[in-house]
Protein backbone atom coordinates (compact mmCIF):
# COMPACT_ATOMS: atom_id res chain seq x y z
CA UNK A 1 0.00 0.00 0.00
CA UNK A 2 1.34 3.31 -0.93
CA UNK A 3 0.06 6.89 -0.02
CA UNK A 4 0.91 10.35 -1.68
CA UNK A 5 -0.35 13.17 0.15
CA UNK A 6 -0.82 16.48 -1.27
CA UNK A 7 -2.56 20.09 -0.47
CA UNK A 8 -1.24 21.65 3.01
CA UNK A 9 -0.19 24.97 3.00
CA UNK A 10 -0.24 28.44 4.32
CA UNK A 11 -3.53 29.55 5.38
CA UNK A 12 -5.21 32.37 7.25
CA UNK A 13 -7.35 31.57 10.00
CA UNK A 14 -10.99 31.27 8.65
CA UNK A 15 -9.87 30.20 5.90
CA UNK A 16 -9.73 26.37 3.80
CA UNK A 17 -7.69 23.73 2.46
CA UNK A 18 -8.37 20.81 0.83
CA UNK A 19 -5.58 17.42 1.41
CA UNK A 20 -5.71 14.92 -1.20
CA UNK A 21 -4.51 11.04 -0.63
CA UNK A 22 -4.00 9.22 -3.29
CA UNK A 23 -3.78 5.25 -2.32
CA UNK A 24 -2.26 2.30 -4.34
CA UNK A 25 -4.00 -0.46 -3.35
CA UNK A 26 -5.02 -3.68 -5.39
CA UNK A 27 -8.30 -3.53 -4.31
CA UNK A 28 -10.06 -0.95 -2.61
CA UNK A 29 -12.30 -2.96 -0.19
CA UNK A 30 -12.06 -3.12 3.49
CA UNK A 31 -9.87 -0.64 4.37
CA UNK A 32 -9.45 2.87 6.69
CA UNK A 33 -7.64 5.82 5.14
CA UNK A 34 -7.73 9.51 6.58
CA UNK A 35 -5.47 11.95 8.84
CA UNK A 36 -3.66 12.19 11.57
CA UNK A 37 -1.70 15.67 12.70
CA UNK A 38 1.10 16.04 14.98
CA UNK A 39 1.86 19.37 16.39
CA UNK A 40 5.22 20.31 17.40
CA UNK A 41 5.94 18.95 20.83
CA UNK A 42 2.32 17.01 20.90
CA UNK A 43 1.32 13.46 20.12
CA UNK A 44 0.04 12.27 16.87
CA UNK A 45 -3.53 12.34 16.99
CA UNK A 46 -6.32 11.08 14.76
CA UNK A 47 -8.04 13.62 12.82
CA UNK A 48 -10.27 11.77 10.64
CA UNK A 49 -11.31 8.75 8.93
CA UNK A 50 -13.30 6.91 6.82
CA UNK A 51 -14.05 3.37 6.13
CA UNK A 52 -14.35 2.13 2.28
CA UNK A 53 -17.11 -0.53 3.52
CA UNK A 54 -19.72 1.28 4.83
CA UNK A 55 -18.34 5.24 4.11
CA UNK A 56 -19.00 5.35 8.12
CA UNK A 57 -16.67 8.15 9.58
CA UNK A 58 -14.51 9.60 12.44
CA UNK A 59 -13.90 12.91 13.42
CA UNK A 60 -11.98 14.31 16.31
CA UNK A 61 -14.33 16.56 18.45
CA UNK A 62 -11.87 19.59 17.93
CA UNK A 63 -12.93 19.44 14.21
CA UNK A 64 -16.13 18.20 13.62
CA UNK A 65 -18.39 20.63 11.86
CA UNK A 66 -15.27 21.83 10.00
CA UNK A 67 -13.77 19.04 8.30
CA UNK A 68 -15.38 16.63 5.87
CA UNK A 69 -13.87 13.86 4.86
CA UNK A 70 -14.65 11.90 1.24
CA UNK A 71 -13.65 9.10 -1.06
CA UNK A 72 -13.44 9.42 -5.04
CA UNK A 73 -13.70 5.84 -5.54
CA UNK A 74 -12.68 6.48 -9.24
CA UNK A 75 -9.53 8.21 -8.59
CA UNK A 76 -8.29 5.67 -5.03
CA UNK A 77 -8.60 9.44 -3.42
CA UNK A 78 -9.58 10.06 -0.15
CA UNK A 79 -10.08 14.10 0.67
CA UNK A 80 -10.26 15.70 3.45
CA UNK A 81 -11.81 19.42 3.02
CA UNK A 82 -10.72 21.58 5.93
CA UNK A 83 -13.05 25.00 6.63
CA UNK A 84 -12.74 27.41 9.08
CA UNK A 85 -9.11 27.16 10.03
CA UNK A 86 -7.48 27.98 13.24
CA UNK A 87 -4.13 28.34 14.26
CA UNK A 88 -4.62 25.31 16.68
CA UNK A 89 -5.00 23.20 13.13
CA UNK A 90 -1.32 24.05 12.48
CA UNK A 91 0.59 20.57 11.96
CA UNK A 92 2.10 17.93 9.94
CA UNK A 93 -0.78 15.84 8.53
CA UNK A 94 -0.56 12.18 7.44
CA UNK A 95 -2.58 10.03 5.33
CA UNK A 96 -2.88 6.96 6.87
CA UNK A 97 -4.46 3.64 6.12
CA UNK A 98 -5.49 -0.01 7.28
CA UNK A 99 -7.35 -3.10 6.80
CA UNK A 100 -10.21 -3.17 8.74
CA UNK A 101 -13.11 -5.88 8.74
CA UNK A 102 -16.60 -5.21 7.47
CA UNK A 103 -18.26 -5.11 10.98
CA UNK A 104 -15.22 -2.70 12.73
CA UNK A 105 -16.23 0.30 13.64
CA UNK A 106 -13.53 2.95 12.15
CA UNK A 107 -10.22 2.77 14.13
CA UNK A 108 -8.97 6.46 14.84
CA UNK A 109 -5.92 6.27 16.98
CA UNK A 110 -2.54 6.51 15.23
CA UNK A 111 -1.40 2.77 16.18
CA UNK A 112 -4.34 0.99 14.55
CA UNK A 113 -3.03 2.07 11.08
CA UNK A 114 -0.42 0.05 9.22
CA UNK A 115 0.40 1.98 6.33
CA UNK A 116 1.34 5.75 6.39
CA UNK A 117 2.14 8.44 3.18
CA UNK A 118 4.79 11.45 3.59
CA UNK A 119 2.99 14.47 5.90
CA UNK A 120 2.40 17.71 4.56
CA UNK A 121 2.66 20.75 6.59
CA UNK A 122 -1.01 23.03 7.18
CA UNK A 123 -0.09 26.42 8.87
CA UNK A 124 -2.50 28.52 9.65
CA UNK A 125 -1.52 32.44 10.54
CA UNK A 126 -2.03 35.82 10.04
Known amino acids: VQLQASGGGLVQPGGSLRLSCEVS????????IGWSRQAPGKDREGVSFIATTDDSTYYADSVKGRFTISIDISKDTVYLQMNNLKPEDTAVYYC????????????????????WGQGTQVTVSS
Open 25 to 32: VFAFDYYA
Open 96 to 115: AATIISSSWSVPYLPYEYSY
